[in-house]
């Protein structure tokens, strides 16, 4: 081989490896795939969390993870609880912030 034809490949490599590191790359509205297993894991945590809590654990609460935030959801019997499962959530690792928006019925 040539050390042109070497050269054009490194080159050609290179700019493949970049291309596809970019496709995990982590944007404002993506998460790269190790962002998502991570909010998965918060998500975990913060379910049992909630059904630890024995004050919290008969209602139907949702969570969902994006990028360290967690979103709660669904129906609770009172604005302590609202309040109480913000608490609990706002305490597991890796929780940057709390979006509470349960409603109380």
Known sequence: MTKLTLTIMTA???A???T?????ASTRT???TGEYIDNSVITSKVKAAILDDPGLK???ISV?????TVQLSGFVASAQAVKRAG???SRV???SGVRNDLIVK
């Open 12 to 14: 050609a490599g290179l």
């Open 16 to 18: 493949l490896s970049g």
């Open 20 to 24: 596809a590191s970019l496709g995990c």
């Open 30 to 32: 993506h998460e790269s």
């Open 58 to 60: 008969y209602f139907q």
């Open 64 to 68: 969902e993870s994006y990028k360290g």
């Open 87 to 89: 608490e609990v959530a």
């Open 93 to 95: 690792g890796g929780v």
